[in-house]
């Protein structure tokens, strides 16, 4: 027999079956279902629908519900939704709503879910967001699913998946100080293309890649869904047992590739010759290096999302901001309270990373939520409303993805946005980085 | 049982994403609300980046679109895993897409809302079709023809996904072939 990728293993485990092989399909039972306030309506709508309204959800413990998407915002439908998911709570007895106006509200579903334990090695997850993959850098098996979907597991706590194939892709050597994981991701997305990774998992491996933080594991593992992957994953190791250990007490099982396990693709990187690179409007497989692009002015920067708005992100656009000024109008919007209030007490030589960015004439929310990266109400934090010229640190650049179809977006990590900022054109961030 | 589907196609090109089916700012509409299902419909493709001269999917101030069939490239409904998507094209009034490939989440939501057929074509149709032309789609025979040139386009077999959307969805086929309870144990609403 021939051996099981991470993938594989795990999802032979939660079907409870002792082998599984990609183009299977598997019933496979969930350990944490999350929704947020955009698709939580629905589900709870189909749910109760398909199983009646006095149906029960089949384990208060594993469904987590996190409003993120549009919060601080006048849109009565919002807040209509959000007291949606409240009822919802209540009655089903839900342990895990991080509610909005409370000491719980969290911010972005994705980073939330790891800050409060709810990720761990082994596990599936499943979340009516397509970023769910991101939590796929610890080690478990983490994919986005629809409204319907997730009724099913809200119902029944299973879902019938198709194993996926894996493709591997390894980072060999130490990135260089100018390299962030954004640049990995938006090489390997460039190199395979928008739809290079469809029906697939994608590992990333090798010493680079094992020598990430985990919040910068996070952002690879993040933007999979950009390849059409459908999921990420990356070995467990004592990063990962460190950020999982001090915030779940629950017991969970690690997975490592088989010593014959086969994969659909390998693709091989040396992490010391990567340049800084930025995905051009509109796609994000439109990859160019930064260098290549000083012609092109921007009216605008932002950092945040789940893709880029972790504390790492902004501690290392802090390097890069502090001391400076930036000659566009520069949004920041921390991911989660948690970032929000790191942005206060984080400090680089002394100074805490929120005067840095405000010395540096940045715009910076206090409120942890999705805002502009994907538009939004009218009225949210940031939205591109005309014909601007944008770089940011979020994962989409597709017509209109930030508000206005009429908006261009590049895509780069928060140095090379942070350095466009500062210089008013797309900055290859070597040029400002001692 | 129909298994055809006749209309005038509306045509795309390829990494049709989900925030041009459906811009993020309609997302506070819920689907299972019947008024805003409808409203969803009114606003199926409104993001997408049009060129001068193309016509809107769904006229000005109307409701349903007069399109039948979406004719489209490659990784078809790429992007956000929203159900919105495919709710927008079925509430909209179309019935089909017809695209080289799909990205993974928009065919699953398809065939689980039943709301759209997302049928793959081995050729590309983009040049073989304008938007307008009349065309049949024949899900048993897996063709699509084409009125206005006469030209018969051989399909990939919808395959399981057939009898699911037929059913009108995941939980329908499911109760129609007995893998779920008839009805909900009580009044429902």
Redesign the interface.
């Known amino acids: 027999m021939s051996g099981m990728t991470m993938t594989e293993k795990i999802l032979a485990r939660a079907s409870g079956r002792k082998a599984v092989a990609p183009g299977e399909n598997v019933w496979v039972n969930a350990d944490v279902l999350m929704t947020h306030d955009v698709c939580g309506p629905g589900t709870i709508g189909i749910f109760k629908r398909e199983f009646g309204r006095r149906a029960r959800v089949f384990d208060p413990e594993k469904v987590v519900l996190i409003p993120d998407h549009y919060i601080f915002t006048q849109d009565e439908k919002a807040h209509r939704n959000v007291d949606i998911l409240r009822e919802f709570a209540a009655e089903q007895r839900l342990p895990h709503l991080y509610d909005v106006g409370t000491d719980r509200y969290k911010g972005v579903c994705h980073i939330a879910l790891a800050e409060e334990g709810h990720t761990r090695p082994g596990e599936v997850l499943f979340g009516t967001d397509s970023h769910t993959c991101t939590a796929g850098a610890f080690n478990e098996f983490a994919t986005g699913i629809g409204n319907t979907d997730a009724a099913f597991v809200l119902g029944t706590g299973k879902l019938l998946l198709k194993v996926p194939a894996t493709m591997r892709f390894v980072f060999e050597g130490e990135v260089p100080p100018y390299i962030l994981a954004k640049d990995l991701i938006l090489q390997i997305i460039g190199d395979i293309g928008v739809d290079g990774a469809t029906y697939r998992a994608m590992e990333f491996a090798g010493e680079a890649v094992m020598r990430l933080a985990m919040e910068e594991r996070m952002t690879l593992a993040n933007m999979v869904i950009e390849a059409g992957g459908k999921n990420g994953i990356i070995a467990c190791d004592d990063v990962t047992r460190a950020y999982v250990g001090a915030r779940s007490r629950k017991h969970f099982e690690e997975v490592t590739n088989d010593p014959g396990a086969r994969f659909d693709a390998e693709r091989r990187y040396d992490a010391r010759r990567l340049e800084p690179v930025v995905a051009k409007p509109h796609s994000p497989d439109n990859r160019a290096l930064a260098r290549e692009l000083r012609t092109v002015k921007l009216t605008r920067a932002y950092i945040g999302s789940c893709t880029g708005g972790k504390l790492t992100d902004f501690i290392n656009a802090a390097q890069v901001l502090k001391g400076r000024r930036v000659a566009v109008d520069t949004f920041l919007v921390p991911s989660t309270t948690e970032v929000s209030t790191g942005l206060r007490t984080h400090t680089i030589d002394g100074r805490p990373l929120l005067d840095i960015f405000r010395d540096a004439g940045c715009q910076v929310s206090v409120d942890a939520s999705c805002a502009a990266c994907l538009g939004g109400p009218k009225d949210t934090f940031g939205r591109i409303n005309g014909p601007e010229v944008c770089i940011s640190t979020t994962n989409r650049n597709f017509p209109g993805r930030m508000g206005s179809k009429e908006g261009q977006v590049y895509l780069a990590s928060p140095y090379t946005v942070a350095a466009s900022a500062v210089t008013g054109h797309i900055t290859d961030p070597r040029e400002l980085l001692q | 049982m129909s298994t055809t589907i006749a209309g005038p196609v509306y045509v795309l090109g390829d ?1 049709i ?1 989900t ?2 089916i459906i ?3 309609y ?7 019947p008024e805003e299902y409808e409203k969803l419909g009114s606003y199926a493709l409104i ?3 049009r060129t001068a001269g193309e016509p809107p999917f769904v006229p000005p101030g109307a409701a349903k679109t007069p399109y039948r069939i979406v004719v489209a490239g ?2 078809f409904g ?7 998507a495919p709710v927008a094209l079925g509430a909209a009034g179309a019935r089909a897409v017809v695209a080289e ?1 799909y ?3 928009f065919f ?2 398809s065939v ?2 039943g709301e759209i057929y997302p049928v793959e074509t081995p050729t590309r149709l983009l040049d073989a079709f304008r938007t307008g032309d009349e065309a049949v789609l024949d899900l048993d025979a897996a063709t699509l023809t084409n009125r206005r040139t006469g030209a018969v386009h051989a399909l990939r077999p919808i395959g399981d996904a057939g009898p699911v959307i037929a059913a009108g ?3 329908a086929y499911a109760r129609q072939t007995g893998m779920i309870a008839a009805a ?6």
């Open positions: 990494n994403d925030d041009q811009p993020a700012e997302l506070n509409l819920v689907p299972t609300i993001g997408l980046a490659r990784n790429c992007g956000s895993s929203r159900e919105h490939s990205a993974r989440i699953r939501n689980a809302t969805g995941l939980f909900p144990e009580e009044d429902g609403r």
